[in-house]
């Protein structure tokens, strides 16, 4: 995964992050703390419809009045590239496990702490955690990767290098699922590429197999 945290930076002026391209502006200062594991610092679309989620409960009146104040608001979410891992049971429940680990959640406390100080530095005039009245954190996560992990034997993953399933033919793995660890960057690119190169390689096995060699275009 990549876990997040974050703060809520409230400004004496509109800013309403609902608006405009999405995630415009990251900060890499810290992405690099050790051996490729850190926390990267992202501008986050907070629509009212996900703020409202993520607001702590403390009574409806109190909820109603921090949404009023959200349009003043903007996030900060500090991002991690996990080394700890979770588990999903191959029974009929799947049943998802995680725990963050504490190298991860060191990473977070960096990365929260350098989104404070850059949102003070923007001239918020309040800035907040996402920790709730009862002394607990929410931890969100985005871009679950490595579940049927690419490796080149099958006792270290589900697929190999081109992406098919090691036992299993004609299944291919072409999505994050297939990525050997967590990427440290939103992974957006990194898997429109893994598919492309994925569906190349099986193209030209198929031409191969049909006697003519694929065609298949350089570029998508």
Excluded: K
């Excluded at 607990?136 to 993953?157: C, F, K």
């Amino acid at each position: 995964l990549h876990p997040v945290q974050g703060v809520v930076a409230r400004f004496d002026r509109p800013i309403e992050a609902w608006h405009g391209p999405m995630q415009s502006a990251l900060c890499a200062e810290f992405s690099e703390i050790e051996d490729g594991y850190g926390v990267t610092i992202e501008a986050a679309p907070i629509h009212p419809g996900l703020a409202a989620t993520s607001v702590t409960w403390d009574g409806a009146s109190a909820h109603a009045a921090e949404i009023a104040t959200h349009r003043n608001q903007a996030v900060l979410i500090a991002l991690t590239r996990d080394r700890g891992e979770g588990r999903v049971s191959l029974d009929e429940r799947a049943d998802v496990s995680y725990t963050l680990d504490p190298y991860d959640a060191e990473h977070l406390a960096v990365g929260v702490d350098a989104a404070t100080r850059i949102a003070q530095a923007a001239g918020a005039v309040d800035v907040r955690t996402f920790v709730r009245s009862d002394g607990r954190a929410p931890l969100y996560s985005a871009h679950q990767m490595g579940t049927a992990r690419m490796a080149a034997h099958a006792a270290d993953g589900v697929a190999d290098a081109e992406g098919r399933v090691f036992g299993v033919d004609g299944v291919l793995v072409a999505d994050a699922s297939a990525f050997p660890s967590a990427s440290g960057v939103n992974p957006m690119l990194t898997i429109m590429a893994l598919a492309h190169r994925t569906v190349r390689a099986e193209l030209r096995r198929r031409g191969a197999a049909a006697g003519f060699a694929s065609r298949a275009p350089s570029r998508s």
